[in-house]
């Protein structure tokens, strides 16, 4: 059984910043991509960001582009987001994800939804103060 875990969470005033990590554990863990989203009281779980394992390419919301960056290491069954420039309405349970080790998408809306990934996180609080 995959389990991943977050942890790197945490209060920080805007502008701040914080790292959040994703490690995996058990069974024979393979995936294609491994993603991260969010969700804010009273809304939807959202995409944050995601990187396909075979070629290394990552893709990001529009809101955190230039400010949050992603990296990983397949091998390690690790993930990192590096979240700067933090705003307020960054404010949400952050929540690691991963896809089957097989899936096969292309396009925009690739790796954007909740329902491509099959293993998830607990999450983790973010909390940007004004």
């Known amino acids: 059984q995959v389990q991943l875990v977050e942890s790197g969470g945490g209060l920080v005033q805007t502008g701040g910043s914080l790292r959040l990590s994703c490690a995996a554990s058990?069974?024979?863990?393979?995936?294609?991509?491994t993603g991260w989203f969010r969700q804010a009281p009273g809304k939807s779980r959202e995409f944050v960001a995601a990187?396909?394992?075979?070629?290394?390419?990552?893709k990001y919301r529009d809101s955190v582009k230039n400010r949050f960056t992603l990296s990983g290491d397949n091998a390690k069954k690790t993930v990192a987001l590096q979240m700067d420039s933090l705003k307020p309405e960054d404010t949400a349970v952050y929540y690691c994800?991963?896809?089957?080790?097989?899936?096969?998408?292309?396009?925009?809306?690739?790796?954007?939804?909740?329902?491509?990934?099959?293993?998830w996180g607990q999450g983790t609080q973010v909390t940007v103060s004004p």
């Open positions: 994800a991963a896809t089957a080790p097989v899936y096969d998408c292309s396009g925009y809306g690739c790796l954007r939804y909740p329902n491509e990934y099959d293993h």
């Open positions: 990187i396909t394992w075979s070629d290394g390419h990552t």
């Open positions: 058990g069974g024979t863990y393979s995936a294609e991509a």
